[in-house]
Protein backbone atom coordinates (compact mmCIF):
# COMPACT_ATOMS: atom_id res chain seq x y z
CA UNK A 1 0.00 0.00 0.00
CA UNK A 2 1.13 3.50 -1.31
CA UNK A 3 0.32 4.57 3.13
CA UNK A 4 3.52 2.20 3.96
CA UNK A 5 5.50 4.38 1.38
CA UNK A 6 4.31 7.61 2.98
CA UNK A 7 4.52 6.48 6.60
CA UNK A 8 8.11 5.72 6.42
CA UNK A 9 8.97 8.30 4.71
CA UNK A 10 7.62 10.78 7.18
CA UNK A 11 9.55 8.57 10.39
CA UNK A 12 12.88 9.15 8.20
CA UNK A 13 12.12 12.82 7.15
CA UNK A 14 9.27 14.27 8.70
CA UNK A 15 5.98 15.19 8.38
CA UNK A 16 6.34 18.82 6.53
CA UNK A 17 4.53 18.39 3.05
CA UNK A 18 5.73 20.90 0.75
CA UNK A 19 3.11 22.98 -0.99
CA UNK A 20 4.39 23.97 -4.49
CA UNK A 21 2.11 27.05 -5.70
CA UNK A 22 4.47 28.78 -7.35
CA UNK A 23 2.58 32.46 -7.45
CA UNK A 24 4.45 34.56 -10.11
CA UNK A 25 5.06 37.25 -7.82
CA UNK A 26 7.15 34.61 -5.59
CA UNK A 27 9.80 34.01 -8.09
CA UNK A 28 12.83 35.49 -7.73
CA UNK A 29 13.28 37.94 -11.10
CA UNK A 30 16.14 36.57 -11.89
CA UNK A 31 14.41 33.13 -12.85
CA UNK A 32 12.41 34.89 -14.91
CA UNK A 33 15.24 36.83 -17.04
CA UNK A 34 16.92 33.89 -17.21
CA UNK A 35 13.98 31.12 -18.78
CA UNK A 36 12.24 32.87 -21.64
CA UNK A 37 8.45 30.55 -21.30
CA UNK A 38 6.63 30.58 -18.53
CA UNK A 39 6.40 26.54 -17.58
CA UNK A 40 10.20 26.23 -17.89
CA UNK A 41 9.88 29.28 -15.33
CA UNK A 42 7.66 27.86 -13.12
CA UNK A 43 9.03 24.55 -13.41
CA UNK A 44 12.64 26.08 -12.84
CA UNK A 45 11.41 27.83 -9.65
CA UNK A 46 9.84 24.19 -8.53
CA UNK A 47 13.16 22.49 -9.08
CA UNK A 48 14.97 25.18 -7.21
CA UNK A 49 13.00 24.54 -4.27
CA UNK A 50 12.75 20.72 -4.32
CA UNK A 51 16.59 20.49 -4.95
CA UNK A 52 17.55 22.08 -1.49
CA UNK A 53 15.23 20.13 0.44
CA UNK A 54 14.15 16.76 -1.26
CA UNK A 55 16.23 15.17 1.71
CA UNK A 56 13.86 17.00 4.28
CA UNK A 57 10.35 16.09 2.63
CA UNK A 58 8.36 13.44 2.07
CA UNK A 59 5.89 14.68 -0.19
CA UNK A 60 5.60 17.33 -2.44
CA UNK A 61 2.10 18.88 -3.23
CA UNK A 62 1.60 21.01 -6.09
CA UNK A 63 -1.72 22.78 -6.32
CA UNK A 64 -3.01 22.71 -9.46
CA UNK A 65 -4.96 25.88 -9.69
CA UNK A 66 -1.83 27.59 -9.91
CA UNK A 67 -0.74 25.78 -13.17
CA UNK A 68 -4.31 25.75 -14.60
CA UNK A 69 -3.58 29.59 -14.31
CA UNK A 70 -1.06 29.57 -17.23
CA UNK A 71 -3.36 27.34 -19.49
CA UNK A 72 -1.49 24.61 -21.24
CA UNK A 73 2.01 25.95 -20.55
CA UNK A 74 1.39 25.97 -16.75
CA UNK A 75 -0.21 22.36 -17.47
CA UNK A 76 2.74 21.56 -18.84
CA UNK A 77 4.99 22.83 -16.01
CA UNK A 78 2.80 20.96 -13.70
CA UNK A 79 3.67 17.53 -15.25
CA UNK A 80 7.41 18.46 -15.69
CA UNK A 81 7.27 19.32 -11.61
CA UNK A 82 5.28 15.56 -10.74
CA UNK A 83 7.88 13.50 -12.53
CA UNK A 84 10.80 15.58 -11.35
CA UNK A 85 9.73 14.62 -7.79
CA UNK A 86 9.27 10.96 -9.09
CA UNK A 87 12.93 11.18 -10.59
CA UNK A 88 13.56 11.92 -7.24
CA UNK A 89 11.90 8.85 -5.51
CA UNK A 90 10.32 11.59 -3.30
CA UNK A 91 6.17 11.25 -3.19
CA UNK A 92 3.67 13.54 -5.23
CA UNK A 93 0.25 14.35 -3.73
CA UNK A 94 -1.64 16.13 -6.18
CA UNK A 95 -4.08 18.78 -4.95
CA UNK A 96 -6.99 18.67 -7.34
CA UNK A 97 -9.98 18.37 -5.08
CA UNK A 98 -11.92 16.91 -8.03
CA UNK A 99 -15.52 15.49 -7.38
CA UNK A 100 -18.01 14.10 -9.95
CA UNK A 101 -19.92 11.46 -10.81
CA UNK A 102 -19.30 8.05 -12.22
CA UNK A 103 -17.57 8.42 -15.86
CA UNK A 104 -16.61 11.59 -15.03
CA UNK A 105 -14.69 10.92 -11.89
CA UNK A 106 -13.44 8.20 -14.03
CA UNK A 107 -11.87 10.28 -16.09
CA UNK A 108 -10.21 12.41 -13.43
CA UNK A 109 -8.74 8.95 -12.22
CA UNK A 110 -7.16 8.18 -15.42
CA UNK A 111 -5.87 11.60 -15.76
CA UNK A 112 -4.46 12.06 -12.38
CA UNK A 113 -3.15 8.37 -11.41
CA UNK A 114 -1.97 7.95 -15.11
CA UNK A 115 -0.17 9.98 -17.59
CA UNK A 116 1.27 13.50 -17.76
CA UNK A 117 -0.06 14.29 -14.45
CA UNK A 118 0.54 11.24 -12.39
CA UNK A 119 0.51 11.64 -9.12
CA UNK A 120 1.49 9.39 -6.01
CA UNK A 121 -1.52 10.52 -4.26
CA UNK A 122 -4.57 13.20 -4.94
CA UNK A 123 -6.86 15.26 -3.17
CA UNK A 124 -10.90 14.83 -4.07
CA UNK A 125 -13.94 17.26 -2.87
CA UNK A 126 -17.36 14.30 -1.17
CA UNK A 127 -19.71 17.14 -1.81
CA UNK A 128 -21.64 15.13 -4.59
CA UNK A 129 -21.86 12.50 -2.05
CA UNK A 130 -19.54 8.72 -1.77
CA UNK A 131 -20.51 7.30 -4.54
CA UNK A 132 -18.16 10.14 -6.33
CA UNK A 133 -14.92 8.48 -4.38
CA UNK A 134 -15.77 5.40 -5.83
CA UNK A 135 -14.28 5.58 -9.05
CA UNK A 136 -11.01 6.51 -7.22
CA UNK A 137 -10.88 2.93 -5.50
CA UNK A 138 -9.77 0.30 -7.89
CA UNK A 139 -6.30 2.00 -8.05
CA UNK A 140 -6.16 2.12 -3.70
CA UNK A 141 -7.23 -1.70 -4.43
CA UNK A 142 -3.46 -1.90 -6.95
CA UNK A 143 -1.94 -0.91 -3.65
CA UNK A 144 -0.06 2.14 -5.90
CA UNK A 145 -2.36 5.62 -5.25
CA UNK A 146 -4.03 7.23 -2.78
CA UNK A 147 -6.34 10.00 -2.10
CA UNK A 148 -7.67 12.61 0.89
CA UNK A 149 -11.14 13.79 1.09
CA UNK A 150 -11.71 17.00 2.15
CA UNK A 151 -13.38 16.92 5.68
CA UNK A 152 -12.99 20.09 7.24
CA UNK A 153 -11.36 22.80 5.75
CA UNK A 154 -9.48 25.99 7.76
CA UNK A 155 -11.21 28.93 6.10
CA UNK A 156 -14.11 30.59 7.30
CA UNK A 157 -16.72 29.04 4.67
CA UNK A 158 -16.11 25.99 6.40
CA UNK A 159 -18.98 27.28 8.43
CA UNK A 160 -20.96 27.17 6.25
CA UNK A 161 -21.68 23.24 4.82
CA UNK A 162 -19.27 21.05 6.86
CA UNK A 163 -20.21 22.46 10.26
CA UNK A 164 -23.45 22.52 10.22
CA UNK A 165 -25.77 20.01 12.75
CA UNK A 166 -27.54 17.23 11.29
CA UNK A 167 -29.12 14.21 12.48
CA UNK A 168 -27.23 15.16 16.10
CA UNK A 169 -23.49 15.53 14.44
CA UNK A 170 -21.99 17.94 12.32
CA UNK A 171 -22.02 17.35 8.72
CA UNK A 172 -18.24 16.81 8.85
CA UNK A 173 -18.68 13.85 10.91
CA UNK A 174 -21.41 12.29 8.85
CA UNK A 175 -18.56 12.31 6.18
CA UNK A 176 -15.81 11.05 8.23
CA UNK A 177 -17.85 8.25 9.58
CA UNK A 178 -18.58 6.99 6.41
CA UNK A 179 -15.30 7.49 4.68
CA UNK A 180 -13.69 5.84 7.41
CA UNK A 181 -15.98 2.56 6.91
CA UNK A 182 -14.62 3.12 3.20
CA UNK A 183 -11.00 3.38 4.37
CA UNK A 184 -11.32 -0.24 5.93
CA UNK A 185 -10.27 -2.12 2.73
CA UNK A 186 -7.03 0.11 2.15
CA UNK A 187 -5.19 -0.43 5.30
CA UNK A 188 -1.36 -0.84 5.19
CA UNK A 189 0.53 -2.14 7.47
CA UNK A 190 1.51 0.77 9.08
CA UNK A 191 -2.12 0.68 10.49
CA UNK A 192 -3.17 3.58 8.03
CA UNK A 193 -5.13 3.09 4.92
CA UNK A 194 -4.47 4.94 1.27
CA UNK A 195 -7.91 6.40 1.95
CA UNK A 196 -6.89 9.51 3.99
CA UNK A 197 -8.91 12.78 5.15
CA UNK A 198 -8.23 16.60 4.83
CA UNK A 199 -8.33 18.20 8.13
CA UNK A 200 -7.61 22.24 8.27
CA UNK A 201 -5.03 22.70 11.08
CA UNK A 202 -7.30 25.58 12.91
CA UNK A 203 -10.45 24.76 15.15
CA UNK A 204 -7.73 23.19 17.21
CA UNK A 205 -10.94 22.70 20.05
CA UNK A 206 -11.70 19.57 18.64
CA UNK A 207 -8.35 18.73 16.81
CA UNK A 208 -7.84 15.73 19.61
CA UNK A 209 -11.72 13.97 18.90
CA UNK A 210 -10.88 14.05 15.54
CA UNK A 211 -7.83 12.02 15.84
CA UNK A 212 -9.51 10.05 18.35
CA UNK A 213 -12.54 9.74 16.21
CA UNK A 214 -10.44 8.22 13.04
CA UNK A 215 -7.56 6.36 13.99
CA UNK A 216 -7.24 4.54 11.17
CA UNK A 217 -6.81 7.50 8.77
CA UNK A 218 -3.91 9.37 7.81
CA UNK A 219 -4.51 13.47 7.45
CA UNK A 220 -3.27 16.12 5.13
CA UNK A 221 -3.21 19.09 7.73
CA UNK A 222 -3.35 22.31 5.81
CA UNK A 223 -3.40 25.87 6.92
CA UNK A 224 -0.24 25.81 8.75
CA UNK A 225 1.12 29.50 9.25
CA UNK A 226 -0.38 31.17 6.42
CA UNK A 227 -4.13 30.06 7.33
CA UNK A 228 -3.54 30.93 11.47
CA UNK A 229 -2.41 27.08 12.56
CA UNK A 230 0.40 27.22 14.80
CA UNK A 231 2.43 24.17 15.48
CA UNK A 232 0.66 23.52 18.88
CA UNK A 233 -2.13 23.11 16.88
CA UNK A 234 -0.85 20.97 14.05
CA UNK A 235 0.59 19.01 17.39
CA UNK A 236 -2.90 18.41 18.54
CA UNK A 237 -4.05 16.86 14.98
CA UNK A 238 -0.55 14.09 14.85
CA UNK A 239 -0.83 13.66 18.92
CA UNK A 240 2.39 12.27 19.30
CA UNK A 241 1.99 10.00 16.36
CA UNK A 242 3.33 9.78 12.87
CA UNK A 243 -0.23 10.11 11.39
CA UNK A 244 -0.21 12.48 8.95
CA UNK A 245 1.64 15.68 7.05
CA UNK A 246 1.56 19.05 7.31
CA UNK A 247 1.27 21.27 4.14
CA UNK A 248 3.06 24.43 3.97
CA UNK A 249 3.65 26.34 1.09
CA UNK A 250 4.29 30.35 1.05
CA UNK A 251 6.49 29.67 4.55
CA UNK A 252 8.49 27.80 2.33
CA UNK A 253 8.66 28.77 -1.03
CA UNK A 254 8.87 32.36 0.21
CA UNK A 255 11.48 32.26 2.72
CA UNK A 256 13.62 33.45 0.78
CA UNK A 257 11.72 36.63 0.28
CA UNK A 258 12.16 37.65 4.03
CA UNK A 259 15.93 37.93 4.06
CA UNK A 260 17.81 40.80 2.50
CA UNK A 261 20.30 38.56 1.00
CA UNK A 262 17.41 36.02 0.08
CA UNK A 263 17.93 34.92 -3.28
CA UNK A 264 22.05 34.41 -3.25
CA UNK A 265 21.22 32.46 0.17
CA UNK A 266 18.37 30.41 -1.60
CA UNK A 267 18.99 27.23 -0.90
CA UNK A 268 20.02 28.00 3.20
CA UNK A 269 16.77 29.63 3.77
CA UNK A 270 14.27 27.39 1.82
CA UNK A 271 16.25 24.44 3.81
CA UNK A 272 16.08 25.94 7.09
CA UNK A 273 12.05 27.21 6.54
CA UNK A 274 11.69 22.98 6.55
CA UNK A 275 13.84 22.24 9.35
CA UNK A 276 12.53 25.16 11.69
CA UNK A 277 8.81 23.86 10.47
CA UNK A 278 10.28 20.18 11.45
CA UNK A 279 11.01 21.40 14.88
CA UNK A 280 7.89 23.45 15.55
CA UNK A 281 5.45 20.55 14.60
CA UNK A 282 7.15 18.08 16.47
CA UNK A 283 9.06 16.02 14.79
CA UNK A 284 11.37 15.05 17.27
CA UNK A 285 8.10 13.53 19.23
CA UNK A 286 7.09 10.79 16.29
CA UNK B 1 -24.58 40.50 -17.72
CA UNK B 2 -23.57 37.45 -19.76
CA UNK B 3 -27.06 35.98 -18.81
CA UNK B 4 -28.85 38.25 -20.50
CA UNK B 5 -26.85 37.00 -24.20
CA UNK B 6 -28.01 33.18 -22.89
CA UNK B 7 -31.22 34.33 -22.21
CA UNK B 8 -31.89 35.40 -25.55
CA UNK B 9 -29.97 32.41 -27.44
CA UNK B 10 -32.19 30.37 -26.03
CA UNK B 11 -35.33 32.23 -26.50
CA UNK B 12 -33.92 31.90 -30.26
CA UNK B 13 -32.94 28.65 -30.24
CA UNK B 14 -33.99 26.38 -27.33
CA UNK B 15 -32.52 24.65 -23.93
CA UNK B 16 -30.50 22.29 -25.05
CA UNK B 17 -26.77 22.29 -24.02
CA UNK B 18 -24.92 20.26 -25.82
CA UNK B 19 -22.48 18.14 -23.32
CA UNK B 20 -18.92 17.64 -25.14
CA UNK B 21 -17.90 14.21 -22.93
CA UNK B 22 -16.21 12.66 -25.87
CA UNK B 23 -15.38 9.38 -24.53
CA UNK B 24 -13.08 7.59 -26.65
CA UNK B 25 -15.22 4.93 -27.29
CA UNK B 26 -18.19 7.32 -28.99
CA UNK B 27 -15.93 8.59 -31.33
CA UNK B 28 -16.54 7.00 -34.78
CA UNK B 29 -13.71 4.63 -35.83
CA UNK B 30 -13.36 6.52 -39.38
CA UNK B 31 -12.01 9.89 -37.29
CA UNK B 32 -9.62 7.74 -35.72
CA UNK B 33 -8.26 5.95 -38.38
CA UNK B 34 -7.72 9.61 -40.18
CA UNK B 35 -6.38 11.62 -37.31
CA UNK B 36 -3.09 10.38 -35.53
CA UNK B 37 -2.90 12.31 -32.72
CA UNK B 38 -5.70 12.20 -29.50
CA UNK B 39 -5.90 15.83 -29.62
CA UNK B 40 -7.29 16.13 -33.20
CA UNK B 41 -8.69 13.22 -32.65
CA UNK B 42 -11.02 14.35 -29.67
CA UNK B 43 -11.27 17.79 -31.30
CA UNK B 44 -12.50 16.99 -34.62
CA UNK B 45 -15.47 14.50 -33.55
CA UNK B 46 -16.44 18.18 -31.15
CA UNK B 47 -16.50 20.03 -34.28
CA UNK B 48 -18.71 17.25 -36.27
CA UNK B 49 -20.72 17.43 -33.56
CA UNK B 50 -20.58 21.34 -33.20
CA UNK B 51 -21.09 22.01 -36.87
CA UNK B 52 -23.96 20.02 -37.51
CA UNK B 53 -25.82 21.78 -34.49
CA UNK B 54 -24.69 24.81 -33.52
CA UNK B 55 -27.76 26.86 -34.81
CA UNK B 56 -30.11 24.90 -32.84
CA UNK B 57 -27.58 25.10 -29.42
CA UNK B 58 -27.31 27.84 -27.39
CA UNK B 59 -24.16 26.54 -25.24
CA UNK B 60 -21.63 23.76 -25.62
CA UNK B 61 -20.34 22.19 -22.18
CA UNK B 62 -17.10 20.14 -22.16
CA UNK B 63 -16.66 18.51 -18.89
CA UNK B 64 -13.01 18.90 -18.35
CA UNK B 65 -12.76 15.80 -17.05
CA UNK B 66 -12.86 13.72 -20.72
CA UNK B 67 -10.17 16.11 -21.47
CA UNK B 68 -7.57 15.86 -18.45
CA UNK B 69 -7.59 11.81 -19.23
CA UNK B 70 -5.78 12.82 -21.64
CA UNK B 71 -3.17 14.47 -20.15
CA UNK B 72 -1.92 17.99 -21.94
CA UNK B 73 -3.11 16.66 -25.36
CA UNK B 74 -6.24 16.05 -23.99
CA UNK B 75 -6.16 19.90 -22.78
CA UNK B 76 -5.36 21.20 -26.12
CA UNK B 77 -8.40 19.52 -27.13
CA UNK B 78 -10.63 21.14 -24.81
CA UNK B 79 -8.77 24.51 -25.71
CA UNK B 80 -9.58 24.12 -29.18
CA UNK B 81 -13.02 23.39 -28.57
CA UNK B 82 -13.81 26.48 -26.63
CA UNK B 83 -11.92 28.31 -28.84
CA UNK B 84 -14.05 26.82 -31.86
CA UNK B 85 -17.64 27.43 -30.07
CA UNK B 86 -16.64 31.02 -29.65
CA UNK B 87 -15.58 31.41 -33.26
CA UNK B 88 -19.08 30.58 -34.48
CA UNK B 89 -20.50 33.19 -31.91
CA UNK B 90 -21.90 30.55 -29.19
CA UNK B 91 -21.83 30.37 -25.51
CA UNK B 92 -19.28 28.27 -23.76
CA UNK B 93 -19.89 26.76 -20.38
CA UNK B 94 -16.43 25.13 -18.69
CA UNK B 95 -17.95 21.95 -16.85
CA UNK B 96 -15.06 22.18 -14.16
CA UNK B 97 -16.54 21.75 -11.06
CA UNK B 98 -14.07 23.51 -9.04
CA UNK B 99 -13.87 24.24 -5.39
CA UNK B 100 -11.17 26.35 -3.51
CA UNK B 101 -9.93 28.96 -1.12
CA UNK B 102 -8.74 32.78 -1.92
CA UNK B 103 -6.12 32.73 -3.72
CA UNK B 104 -6.53 29.09 -5.20
CA UNK B 105 -9.96 29.84 -6.40
CA UNK B 106 -8.37 33.19 -8.35
CA UNK B 107 -6.26 31.21 -9.80
CA UNK B 108 -9.17 28.95 -11.45
CA UNK B 109 -10.80 32.10 -11.76
CA UNK B 110 -7.72 33.69 -14.17
CA UNK B 111 -7.49 29.68 -15.66
CA UNK B 112 -10.85 29.70 -16.71
CA UNK B 113 -12.45 33.01 -18.01
CA UNK B 114 -9.29 33.83 -19.22
CA UNK B 115 -5.99 32.56 -21.62
CA UNK B 116 -6.62 28.94 -23.30
CA UNK B 117 -9.21 27.76 -21.29
CA UNK B 118 -11.88 30.46 -21.47
CA UNK B 119 -15.36 29.88 -21.02
CA UNK B 120 -17.87 32.41 -20.78
CA UNK B 121 -19.78 29.98 -17.61
CA UNK B 122 -17.79 27.63 -15.80
CA UNK B 123 -19.10 25.37 -12.96
CA UNK B 124 -18.68 25.45 -9.52
CA UNK B 125 -18.58 23.94 -6.33
CA UNK B 126 -19.38 25.11 -2.95
CA UNK B 127 -18.45 22.55 -0.37
CA UNK B 128 -15.74 24.66 1.04
CA UNK B 129 -18.20 27.35 1.66
CA UNK B 130 -19.57 30.70 -0.04
CA UNK B 131 -16.03 32.48 0.31
CA UNK B 132 -14.96 30.29 -2.17
CA UNK B 133 -17.09 31.51 -5.00
CA UNK B 134 -16.20 35.12 -4.61
CA UNK B 135 -12.69 35.19 -6.03
CA UNK B 136 -14.82 34.44 -9.06
CA UNK B 137 -17.57 37.23 -8.51
CA UNK B 138 -15.44 40.41 -10.24
CA UNK B 139 -15.60 38.90 -13.57
CA UNK B 140 -19.26 38.84 -13.02
CA UNK B 141 -19.48 42.08 -11.80
CA UNK B 142 -17.67 43.32 -15.13
CA UNK B 143 -20.55 41.66 -17.02
CA UNK B 144 -18.84 39.34 -19.05
CA UNK B 145 -18.86 36.06 -16.99
CA UNK B 146 -20.79 33.77 -15.70
CA UNK B 147 -21.07 30.97 -13.07
CA UNK B 148 -23.27 27.84 -11.93
CA UNK B 149 -23.06 26.52 -8.66
CA UNK B 150 -23.62 22.89 -7.76
CA UNK B 151 -26.60 23.03 -5.86
CA UNK B 152 -28.21 19.89 -5.71
CA UNK B 153 -26.95 17.19 -8.10
CA UNK B 154 -28.84 13.64 -9.82
CA UNK B 155 -26.83 11.31 -8.30
CA UNK B 156 -27.50 8.78 -5.73
CA UNK B 157 -24.86 10.24 -3.70
CA UNK B 158 -26.72 13.39 -3.34
CA UNK B 159 -28.26 12.36 -0.18
CA UNK B 160 -25.57 11.92 1.49
CA UNK B 161 -24.52 15.41 1.93
CA UNK B 162 -26.74 18.11 -0.30
CA UNK B 163 -30.08 16.34 1.83
CA UNK B 164 -29.63 16.42 5.13
CA UNK B 165 -31.58 18.35 7.01
CA UNK B 166 -30.26 21.10 9.70
CA UNK B 167 -31.92 23.60 11.55
CA UNK B 168 -35.14 23.01 9.78
CA UNK B 169 -34.07 22.69 5.98
CA UNK B 170 -31.77 21.07 3.78
CA UNK B 171 -28.30 22.10 3.23
CA UNK B 172 -29.09 22.38 -0.87
CA UNK B 173 -31.27 24.90 0.53
CA UNK B 174 -29.07 26.65 2.83
CA UNK B 175 -26.68 26.47 0.31
CA UNK B 176 -29.26 28.17 -2.31
CA UNK B 177 -30.51 30.98 -0.03
CA UNK B 178 -27.11 31.83 0.43
CA UNK B 179 -26.21 31.40 -3.38
CA UNK B 180 -29.89 34.00 -3.82
CA UNK B 181 -28.66 36.59 -1.96
CA UNK B 182 -25.40 36.60 -3.22
CA UNK B 183 -26.66 36.39 -7.04
CA UNK B 184 -28.72 39.66 -6.77
CA UNK B 185 -25.77 41.54 -7.40
CA UNK B 186 -25.25 40.32 -10.90
CA UNK B 187 -28.90 40.39 -12.46
CA UNK B 188 -29.56 41.09 -16.47
CA UNK B 189 -32.34 42.87 -17.93
CA UNK B 190 -33.61 39.41 -18.71
CA UNK B 191 -34.60 38.67 -14.74
CA UNK B 192 -31.72 36.40 -14.15
CA UNK B 193 -28.98 36.26 -12.73
CA UNK B 194 -25.22 35.63 -14.23
CA UNK B 195 -24.63 33.55 -10.43
CA UNK B 196 -26.77 30.74 -11.09
CA UNK B 197 -27.26 27.01 -9.87
CA UNK B 198 -26.51 23.26 -10.86
CA UNK B 199 -30.23 21.56 -10.55
CA UNK B 200 -30.35 18.09 -11.41
CA UNK B 201 -33.11 16.85 -13.59
CA UNK B 202 -34.22 13.79 -11.10
CA UNK B 203 -36.15 14.10 -7.67
CA UNK B 204 -39.18 15.60 -9.77
CA UNK B 205 -40.83 15.91 -6.47
CA UNK B 206 -39.13 19.11 -5.16
CA UNK B 207 -38.97 20.40 -8.53
CA UNK B 208 -41.36 23.21 -8.84
CA UNK B 209 -40.55 24.47 -5.15
CA UNK B 210 -37.33 25.08 -6.39
CA UNK B 211 -38.19 26.97 -9.13
CA UNK B 212 -40.58 29.30 -7.37
CA UNK B 213 -37.99 29.43 -4.29
CA UNK B 214 -34.84 30.73 -6.48
CA UNK B 215 -37.20 32.52 -9.44
CA UNK B 216 -33.99 34.64 -10.41
CA UNK B 217 -31.45 32.32 -10.90
CA UNK B 218 -31.08 30.47 -13.87
CA UNK B 219 -30.58 26.90 -13.67
CA UNK B 220 -28.23 24.13 -15.44
CA UNK B 221 -30.02 20.78 -15.44
CA UNK B 222 -28.14 17.97 -16.35
CA UNK B 223 -29.45 14.49 -15.82
CA UNK B 224 -31.59 14.43 -19.22
CA UNK B 225 -31.98 10.98 -20.27
CA UNK B 226 -28.52 9.48 -19.24
CA UNK B 227 -29.54 9.95 -15.68
CA UNK B 228 -33.01 8.98 -15.26
CA UNK B 229 -34.67 12.67 -15.80
CA UNK B 230 -37.25 12.69 -18.35
CA UNK B 231 -38.92 16.05 -20.31
CA UNK B 232 -41.47 16.04 -17.85
CA UNK B 233 -39.56 16.08 -15.23
CA UNK B 234 -37.50 18.75 -16.98
CA UNK B 235 -40.39 20.28 -17.51
CA UNK B 236 -41.44 20.87 -13.88
CA UNK B 237 -38.13 22.81 -13.66
CA UNK B 238 -38.65 24.96 -16.14
CA UNK B 239 -42.62 25.81 -15.16
CA UNK B 240 -43.08 27.29 -18.87
CA UNK B 241 -40.41 29.77 -18.19
CA UNK B 242 -37.12 30.47 -20.31
CA UNK B 243 -35.20 29.53 -16.75
CA UNK B 244 -32.83 27.23 -17.59
CA UNK B 245 -30.66 25.16 -19.78
CA UNK B 246 -31.08 21.31 -19.96
CA UNK B 247 -27.63 19.18 -20.69
CA UNK B 248 -27.18 16.46 -22.87
CA UNK B 249 -24.25 14.43 -23.66
CA UNK B 250 -24.16 10.79 -24.89
CA UNK B 251 -28.04 11.57 -26.13
CA UNK B 252 -26.71 13.68 -28.57
CA UNK B 253 -22.87 12.75 -29.39
CA UNK B 254 -23.45 8.87 -29.30
CA UNK B 255 -27.43 9.61 -31.14
CA UNK B 256 -25.44 8.33 -34.56
CA UNK B 257 -24.53 5.08 -33.22
CA UNK B 258 -27.96 3.72 -32.17
CA UNK B 259 -28.13 3.53 -36.10
CA UNK B 260 -27.20 1.55 -38.62
CA UNK B 261 -26.50 3.60 -40.92
CA UNK B 262 -25.40 5.88 -38.19
CA UNK B 263 -21.96 6.99 -39.46
CA UNK B 264 -22.82 8.23 -42.87
CA UNK B 265 -25.50 10.36 -41.57
CA UNK B 266 -23.86 11.78 -38.75
CA UNK B 267 -24.98 15.35 -39.53
CA UNK B 268 -28.66 13.91 -39.77
CA UNK B 269 -28.67 11.90 -36.48
CA UNK B 270 -27.11 14.07 -34.38
CA UNK B 271 -29.35 17.57 -35.12
CA UNK B 272 -32.32 15.02 -34.85
CA UNK B 273 -31.75 14.00 -31.46
CA UNK B 274 -31.04 18.28 -30.66
CA UNK B 275 -34.80 18.63 -32.40
CA UNK B 276 -36.34 15.79 -30.66
CA UNK B 277 -35.14 16.94 -27.09
CA UNK B 278 -35.92 20.50 -27.48
CA UNK B 279 -39.56 19.16 -28.42
CA UNK B 280 -39.53 16.77 -25.52
CA UNK B 281 -38.69 19.43 -22.95
CA UNK B 282 -40.77 21.85 -24.63
CA UNK B 283 -39.19 24.56 -26.67
CA UNK B 284 -42.22 25.43 -28.19
CA UNK B 285 -43.59 26.51 -24.60
CA UNK B 286 -41.19 28.95 -23.14
Redesign the interface.
Known amino acids: MIIDKLYQEVEKKGMVCVGL?P?IDYIPAELKEKYQDIDEIIFQFNKRVIDCTFDLVPIYKP?I??Y?????K???AY?KTLKYVKSLGNLTLGDI?????????A??G???FT???EADFITL????????IEPYLPYLREGTKGVFV?LR?S????????Y????GKK?YY??GD?LNAMAEEFMGECGYSSLGLVIGGTHTDEAIEIRDRYPNMYFLIPGYNAQGASGDDVKLYLNGLNGGIVNSSRGIICAYMKEKDGYENFDYFTRKAVIDMRKDIGFNQI
Do not use: V
Not at 68 to 72: D, S
Not at 155 to 162: R, T
Not at 164 to 167: A, G, I, P, T, V
Open positions: DNQAFEAFGLGLMSKRGDISTTAMYKGHGDFNPFMGYDTLTNKGANDIQKDSEIHIN
